[in-house]
């Protein structure tokens, strides 16, 4: 058993709460052994990204959470030569800062990009510590889970069923990793691609219009309908190329693509259906 951090990205709406209430708690604080004093700036153990999705006018927000995995198998913990990382009962990953010689291997080791920090002044790492500290004196959340207004965050006992569920329906951020994280993330982004169908004679746009979206590796489709904008949103694509084909009852049919949602979502523009 042990605790585990839920994040529902779909529900952020990126108040940044949860990043101020965690520089409330460990900004001027010495929680040793636990943690000493985060510096007032230059660090963020739980720092909100802002991630701009695709080009105006089909643009979407997500707000990501970097934040320390706490994993089962820690990187950091086996490149740590000093003894200083350690997993505790509770599967809570703590850097010792009274035993940490500020050597750095474990932000090298780390395959999580800028989750541990190095503090120049103290010569230590430091990180999220799902704040040990209070759960040791019987709080049930952690300083951010507790501050957000929206339930963006469950933090809890993996042993709960509430708890085992949401997990259930979540995914881990890296799952090619072999860490086993215990953060875990509902709604994590995937890719789209997105346009405007219209009929270029009546200067109109489509509604109703059929945009289908076929995996050229896989022949997976996905299938949605203009709205009365015209616009359409082929959202929860795996990354790869797709086809696109675009009908409506008494235009031509157009094909579109291949459109490659690999690297980036996707907006196709304005898309011309011509009148059979």
Known sequence: MGKVLIIDLAICNGCHNCQIACKDEHCANDWSPIAKPQPDTGQFWNKVVEMERGSVPKVQVTY?????????????????????????????VIIDPNKCKGNQLCLEACPYENVIYFNDDLNIAQKCTFCAHLIDRGWTETRCSDACPT????????????????????SLLKPGLATRPRVYYMNLPKKWVAGAVYDPQADECLEGATVTATNTATGAKVTVSTDNYGDFW????????????????????????????????QNVGDVELWKA
């Open 64 to 92: 990501h959470h970097s934040i320390c995995q706490h994993c089962e198998d820690a990187p950091c913990m086996k490149a740590c030569n000093a003894g200083a990382i350690y997993r505790r009962a509770d599967g809570i």
């Open 151 to 170: 339930g963006a965050f469950t933090f809890g006992d993996d042993t709960d069923p509430a708890i085992k569920a949401k997990v259930a329906a979540a």
């Open 234 to 265: 082929l959202k929860g694509l795996e990354d790869g190329s797709y086809t696109l084909l675009i009908e409506k009852a008494g235009y031509l049919a157009k094909k579109l693509g291949p459109v490659d949602a690999t690297a980036a979502d």
